[in-house]
């Protein structure tokens, strides 16, 4: 990896703030999940006025979280890792290119999951769906979360090249 | 062996095989079940066109039942338009944006109870005034099951408006929601298949929409301890059975005639009888069971009708604007009910 120490730094820069953004919105939509859950239950409760709607809300701010917070993890490449074969390809791969790997499937698994994303926002843009208490556009929900996707795959792919960077910087390192 | 002897020898084969496939060439259709395996559909109604069909068509045309359902409620007539599955039933209270005339039979107080009687209106008020309504996928039935109904969580049965203000209520969304919400219940609105976590526990007294069925297969029986019981039945639901367009065109006109004319009567009708069935059944159990059947008060009913209002005139005002003559379409089917069920 021949990447200069300056776009090094600016992809750096780049990516720290993407994480930063998506652990912003990450935050507050589960604050605003939080502040629902809890105008919800004492509406019903105390005034007999709950959130019409409430569980659809908070069903849509989930999907949001989630979504939000994957590409945070792709970035940190904080996946929860199930390593079965791990000492066969370490033992015969260098780490760089056991990482390289490893890396450029997930990233293609990622951007097929984004790519089914787009097509099914697109899906239900076209037929207009709604949802079913609200009757508000699905498309609202299924194209952000889309959107999170395509950013999360440019995070990752960002955090890999990174990443790359820093393992064959270490590699040198320790070969001189 | 020479050239031509083998060439011949090959063109003999082949055209064996060819002639052997097409005799034997059958058309299979996977045909979707959203509701649980043991459900009656899955296990009944649908093994049951399968069977039909197959008979019909002289096993020209088969089929299975994929053991889990391959796409959530919602996108039941999707999957089929896109060929992920050949045939499916869709709840029409989902396809609402994209449907108008299936709606009349779901109209508020509309439907009484006798599911046959309702089935035969629909589609006759279909056939007469919204034929072509599916035109991406090929309808083959459609059916309208059971009332939903409203019952108290609590020893206090729902009777007055006041009683029926004071609850928290799980409603169906839509209609039942939107007219309990009007009147001043404190509503919680899922799909019926979450209505058992709101119900059991606790989050709501009452629930208002699922009929004598659904509250066995939900398991809200336990929670239940009274039905209201109106004049006239509150709300009822109506499914469609589709099959997919390029599918039904690999079949031979005569076997899609076939299957054409049989499939209201083994799924529709068939569908409808063991919702009756199943229902009655449940309702016969309440004393047992204790739960209490009361009537309601005909203020609550008046009030329940004049919620409907907004919500019938705007299905209306949609249908209209999508060609349909909805103010002769749902007096035809109101008619025909009750002409039916006499």
């Not at chain 1, 090094?8 to 507050?28: D, H, M, P, W």
């Not at chain 2, 079940?33 to 197959?54: N, T, Y």
């Not at chain 2, 919204?130 to 020893?155: A, C, K, M, R």
């Not at chain 2, 229902?279 to 309440?286: I, N, W």
Request: with cysteine.
């Amino acid at each position: 990896m021949n990447m200069a120490p300056a776009k090094q730094g600016a992809v750096r820069t780049i990516l720290n703030r993407i994480v930063a953004t998506l652990e912003t919105i990450s935050s507050v939509v589960i604050f605003i999940m939080m502040v629902l859950t809890f105008v919800d239950v004492v509406g019903r409760y105390v005034f007999h006025k709950p959130i019409f709607g409430g569980t659809e809300i908070i069903s849509a701010l989930l999907a949001l979280t989630i979504f939000s917070g994957l590409g945070v993890i792709n970035a940190r490449d904080d996946h929860i890792t199930v390593e079965l074969f791990e000492d066969i390809f370490r033992r015969t791969l260098s780490p760089v290119v056991y990482e390289v790997i490893i890396q450029v499937f997930s990233v293609l698994v990622m951007t097929l999951i984004a790519a089914v994303l787009f097509e099914h926002a697109w899906e239900n843009y076209r037929l207009d769906k709604l949802t079913e208490v609200l009757e508000m556009p699905v498309y609202y929900i299924s194209g952000t979360v889309a959107i999170f996707a395509v950013i999360s795959v440019l995070s990752q792919i960002a955090g890999v090249v990174l990443k790359v960077f820093d393992l064959s910087n270490g590699q040198r390192r320790e070969e001189s | 062996m020479n050239m031509r002897t083998l060439a011949v020898g090959v063109f003999v084969t082949a055209a064996f095989c060819a002639v052997g496939s097409a005799a034997f060439a059958k058309t299979r259709l996977i045909v979707n079940c959203f509701w649980p395996p043991q459900h009656f559909v899955c296990q009944k109604v649908l093994p049951g066109w399968l069977d039909a069909v197959e008979e019909a068509t002289e096993g020209r045309v088969v089929g299975n039942i994929p053991p889990k359902s391959v796409a959530p409620p919602p996108e039941q007539l999707a999957s089929v338009e896109k060929g992920i599955v050949d045939a499916s039933v869709q709840f029409n209270g989902l396809i609402g944006n994209r449907v108008n005339g299936a709606l009349t039979a779901m109209q508020p107080f509309s439907g009484n109870m006798n599911g046959p009687a309702m089935t035969q209106a629909a589609w006759e008020t279909r056939e007469k005034f919204y034929p072509d309504e599916f035109d991406t996928v090929e309808l083959l039935s459609q059916w309208v099951i059971t009332p939903g109904q409203l019952f108290s969580n609590t020893d206090a049965p729902i009777v007055t408006v006041d009683n029926f203000k004071s609850r928290k209520m799980w409603a169906l969304p839509g209609p039942l929601a939107n007219m309990a919400k009007d009147i001043g219940a404190a509503v919680v609105a899922t799909p019926a298949v979450k209505s058992n976590e709101v119900i059991a526990n606790g989050v709501v007294d009452s629930h208002m929409g699922l009929g004598g069925d659904a509250i066995q297969s939900f398991q809200v029986i336990p929670y239940t301890k009274s039905m209201t019981r109106f004049t006239s039945p509150v709300y009822t639901t109506t499914f469609s059975f589709v099959i997919n367009k390029d599918k039904w065109a690999e079949i031979s006109p005569e076997d899609r005639e076939a299957i054409r004319a049989l499939s209201q009567e083994k799924v529709g009708m068939v569908a409808t009888g063991l919702w009756d069935s199943v229902s009655a059944d449940v309702y016969s159990r309440f004393d047992d069971l204790g739960i209490e059947v009361v009537d309601a008060d005909p203020e609550l009913e008046a009030t329940l009708i004049e919620a409907a209002g907004p919500t019938t005139q705007a299905w209306k005002d949609k249908a209209k604007a999508a060609g349909i003559d909805a103010d002769a379409a749902l007096d035809f089917y109101r008619a025909r009910v009750k002409e039916l069920s006499k």
